[in-house]
């Protein structure tokens, strides 16, 4: 008995070294793909050269990731925000003011981007992708799922008749993501020229606020 119980506290120990392990190369492996990608560019950058940089075989590389997109996906989750899951949330079970929703969380939003440059790496990152390309689809992906759960906010709205006749749900979705990615493209082409979470913030606020019905 007492034999037996030292190996299960022997294995149990190197299951969990094991795990540890696997969880540091995943690590490592994020780490240099996301300083490749953003020195090179993702098309330039194969997945051999990543585990050269990671210090890893190929087979562990693929291991943890079958391709180049389920390593963005992987990227893209890492930096993913509460915010973003308060408008999936949202757009999945209903609010009663996705226009309040939207002002909150474009605050926090707008905040975490101009105080991490991790982030903003990876925005102009997966924004320099070619369309017609492996990744390139992968992202278009992404900003359909975004656009869905705007869209769907707004038909809320307009459920609520809060949201002006001068638009339909799909066309203020169009705003909102137009009014966001054009905010962070020229904040960064413009060298941070601006605030985000000062001008940025009252530009993006705006924008939300006219997409409201005027009150009665």
């Known amino acids: 008995m007492f ?66 997109s389920d390593l963005l996906k992987a990227l893209r989750e890492r930096y993913r925000l509460p915010q973003e899951d308060l408008i999936a949330r949202a757009a999945r079970e209903g609010h009663a003011d996705p226009f309040g929703l939207l002002r909150d969380t474009a605050g926090d939003l707008l905040a975490t981007f101009e105080a991490e440059e991790s982030r903003q790496n990876l925005y102009m990152m997966l924004n320099a992708m070619v369309p017609d390309t492996e990744s390139g689809r992968w992202l278009s992906g992404c900003n359909a799922e975004m656009f869905g759960l705007l869209q769907r906010l707004m038909e809320q709205a307009r459920e609520h008749r809060i949201l002006t006749p001068d638009l339909d749900p799909q066309e203020a979705a169009v705003v909102l993501m137009i009014t ?22 009252k530009i993006m606020c705006r924008q939300i606020d006219s997409l409201r019905a005027p009150a009665a």
Request: proline residues 1%.
């Open 3 to 68: 034999v037996c119980k030292v190996g299960s506290t022997a294995k149990g120990r190197l299951m969990r070294r094991s795990k540890a392990d696997a969880e540091q190369t995943r690590t490592s492996i994020l780490d240099a793909a996301e300083r490749l990608f953003c020195e090179c560019g993702i098309a330039a950058t194969p997945l051999e050269r990543v585990a050269r940089q990671a210090g890893v075989t190929r087979g562990a590389l693929y291991w943890h990731f079958k391709d180049k």
């Open 180 to 201: 966001m990615n054009g905010l962070l493209t020229e904040w960064m082409r413009s060298g941070k020229a601006f605030s985000l979470t000062g001008l940025g913030l």
